[in-house]
């Protein structure tokens, strides 16, 4: 199973990006999709997530900027940001909890991460 996330730039402040990433693989079936981030010298942290029956949760600095969704045919979890700031700027990197084929148990799979950066 591999995550591969896209989307991410440089973009003025009160910009728009939109994340993208994608599961692939022998996949039997996702749970929660989300996306966290990491800004230099600080912790990584939880910016959204979003269960199979399309309840989301965001951290409080991203409520009412950024949109989580999924598509559950393409196992993909989107993340549109809007009004973004300099502090939202940060690698971004995608979660997923996966059951594999071969699999007894649902696993965390982390994509290798997107740079966003938010400067003028």
């Known amino acids: 199973v591999q995550l591969q996330a896209s989307g991410g730039g440089l973009v003025q402040p009160g910009g728009s990006l939109r994340l993208s990433c994608a599961a692939s693989?022998?996949?039997?079936?996702?749970?929660?999709m989300g996306w966290y981030r990491q800004a230099p010298g600080k912790q990584r942290e939880l910016v959204a997530d979003i269960n199979t029956g399309g309840s989301t949760n965001y951290a409080d600095s991203v409520k009412g900027r950024f949109t989580i969704s999924r598509d559950h045919a393409k196992n993909t979890v989107y993340l549109q940001m809007n009004s973004l700031k300099p502090e939202d700027t940060a690698v971004y990197y995608c979660?997923?909890?996966?059951?594999?084929?071969?699999?007894?148990?649902?696993?965390?799979?982390w994509g290798q991460g997107t740079l966003v950066t938010v400067s003028s």
């Open positions: 979660n997923a909890d996966v059951l594999g084929q071969g699999q007894y148990y649902f696993t965390d799979y």
């Open positions: 693989g022998s996949i039997i079936s996702v749970n929660i």
